[in-house]
């Protein structure tokens, strides 16, 4: 079993940046793709990037492509996201998720953190 937890988000102004950091635990962190994704209220979940077991594949949905930047550091079971240029539409709770296929859904996934982006 894996437990996650987001940390990171707050208030930014447009064009500001923000990391979010996900701790995970479990032995079994490394074996697991990554992945965060948002949800804004009324609006549906949308996934945001995903990153491969090994960092070498990684996967971003268009709206942040060029902004945003997954990375994972397996060694301390940990999963970031940068995100730079950030729009009021960013706005959202983001969590972090592990899956076991690439397609698949998420088995695992933290409490989320918010991100509000002023304008």
């Known amino acids: 079993q894996v437990q996650l937890v987001e940390s990171g988000g707050g208030l930014v102004q447009a064009g500001g940046s923000l990391r979010l950091s996900c701790a995970g635990s479990?032995?079994?962190?490394?074996?697991?793709?990554m992945v965060w994704f948002r949800q804004a209220p009324g609006k549906e979940r949308e996934r945001v990037a995903l990153?491969?077991?090994?960092?070498?594949?990684?996967s971003y949905a268009d709206s942040v492509k060029g902004r945003f930047t997954i990375s994972r550091d397996n060694a301390k079971n940990m999963v970031y996201l940068q995100m730079n240029s950030l729009k009021p539409e960013d706005t959202a709770v983001y969590y972090c998720?592990?899956?076991?296929?690439?397609?698949?859904?998420?088995?695992?996934w933290g409490q989320g953190t918010q991100v509000t982006v002023s304008s």
């Open positions: 479990g032995r079994t962190f490394s074996t697991y793709i």
């Open positions: 998720g592990a899956r076991q296929t690439w397609g698949g859904t998420d088995d695992y």
């Open positions: 990153i491969g077991q090994s960092s070498g594949v990684t």
